[in-house]
């Protein structure tokens, strides 16, 4: 598969997510820069991590307005797979793409840390093959990342089933304390209405070989590239 | 010339983590009346060759697409100069 790795000013987790799809999975990797609006015949396109055109603005406000969003989105509308990590998730939230937005996280905090997650929905383009309540440790390096969502989105989203993975301790039990950031409902991941394009605030690319002390990060990759 | 101040703000439904830290910092310092600080963002915003009217409304158009996200924020405009 022929995965395409968008690449803004500021992103810096595009090395990281190549790396994990070339050398651990195998698979072809390009960078598509974002003033490209070619995708090049990507299979899957990941949007990776990273401080895109400084957060000066807003975390994501500005990068949704290059050229190659705009493919991208064009991209899913079709059907096609895509996978945000990071400040991948809040420009996809920026372009429409996926719901909410990110508010400062609620101690105030850059969290640089392990967290827990739990895989909530096996059915989306990033989960599927995973068991339900599979448990995965995994980085978050973000200050904002406290996802906001109004009542009336949270109830759309849980309703469809669309909260993929939440935040959670080593038991794979949600509490407050392990919801670091604050964020609505404990919601670490979400999925569109197509539940082909996913997003997450953890870093499942920094948690793919044992070397980094997890490779439980792997099976999102894995299940992403998956036929 | 023409300047217009962009004032940005989150919603007063939406909870606001910077705003309440430095509230609480506030109080701790003694202002004990300050029962509620939002925090938010200004841009002031300079136009030539254009009329009060247009400059308006671009500056609403930029507020709308560019300066506020639209699911947490809400924004003003006001004639400084």
Redesign the interface.
Known sequence: MKVGVVVFPGSNCDHDTKRVFAEVLGQEVLFLWHKESDLRGSDAIVIPGGFSYGDY??TG??AR?SPVMSSVKAFAEKGGRVLGICNGFQIL??AGML???M??????KFLSQRVYIRVEATDTAATKGLQSGEVMAMPIAHGDG?L?L?DESLARIAAEGRVVFRYCDATGEVTDEANVN?SRDAIAGICNAGRNVVALMPHPERASEAVLGSDQGRLILEAFVAN | MIQLRVLVS?KT??????GQ?TLAALQGLGYKAATDLRQGKSFLLTFDGITEEEARSQAEEMARK??S?P??ESFKVERVV
């Not at chain 1, 508010?103 to 105030?108: F, I």
């Open positions: 603005l807003r406000a500005i307005f939230q920026e719901e909410g937005a508010l400062r996280n609620r101690n105030v406290n906001y109004d604050g | 989150l439904s939406v909870f606001d983590p910077q830290t560019v300066l996200n699911v947490i």
